[in-house]
Structures are given as C-alpha cells and as structure tokens.
C-alpha cells in the first residue's frame, strides 16, 4: 500500500531529475557555443525558454509514463515543480534576482509543456 503511495512521488523524481540532467547539459553546450564562437548573448532568453518547453514535455513525458495515472495533472506537476526549482537556484546564486514577468512565461511554458508531455506519456503504448 505504501509502495503504490509512493509510487506517483517516485515517478516526479525520476521525471524531474531527467529533466535537470538535460538542461544542465544542453546550457553547458550553449554556454561553451557562446565563449568559443561568435553567438551574442541575445539569443540566451529564446534558449531559457526553449529549452524549458522541451524539458518540461520530457520530464512530463516521463513522469506520467512512471506513474502510470494521471498524466495531465503529473505532467504540469511537473513542470511546476521544475520552474519553482529552478527559480529557487536561481534566488540562492544570483543575488539580485527577483520574479519578473519573465518568470510567467517560463512557468507558463512548463506548465503547458508538461501538461502534453504527461498526456502523451501516459497514453504511449496503450
């Protein structure tokens, strides 16, 4: 009973640290592709928001796909839990940072991102 309990949280973790893996990855090679070639830091808030719609539909994707249920609400769980995280790191490293309306298009992006994702997961194979 406790297994099937934890089971949905397990599936978010699983999902989420997916999808931490992959930012971190694909903003080291967009940093690297900035230092070494001639690419302006004007293209860095078009990847920020890229890069969480695709995230947030992988990890939705994968959450959902684990949890078995529920796919739509895991799904923009998800990219909640991805974005608040997120703008959590973002508050402890950066020291003048504040919520902006930036902020609600990334959140709404997440939001949106992991709602297909988990849909799609949760109906693959079925």
Same mark, same amino acid.
């Given at each position: ?10 599936? &978010? &973790?699983?999902?989420?640290?997916? =999808? ?11 940093? &690297? ?26 990890? =939705? ?9 529920? =796919? ?6 998800? =990219? /909640? ?8 790191? /973002? ?36």
């Amino acid at each position: 009973m406790v297994k099937s309990r934890l089971k949905p949280l397990t599936a &978010l &973790l699983k999902g989420l640290l997916t =999808g931490y893996i992959i930012t971190t990855v694909i903003f080291v090679i967009f940093a &690297l592709l900035m230092t070494y070639t001639e690419a302006g830091e004007e293209h860095i808030q078009t990847a920020i928001k890229a890069v969480t719609a695709a995230v947030c539909i992988i990890s =939705g994707f994968i959450t959902a796909r684990s949890a078995g249920k529920g =796919g739509l609400l895991w799904g923009v769980v998800s =990219g /909640a839990v991805y974005v608040a995280v997120m703008c959590l790191c /973002a508050f402890v490293c950066i020291p003048d940072y504040s919520l902006n309306p930036k902020i609600a298009v990334s959140l709404a992006l997440a939001l949106a991102g992991g709602g297909i994702g988990g849909v799609v997961g949760v109906n693959v194979g079925k």
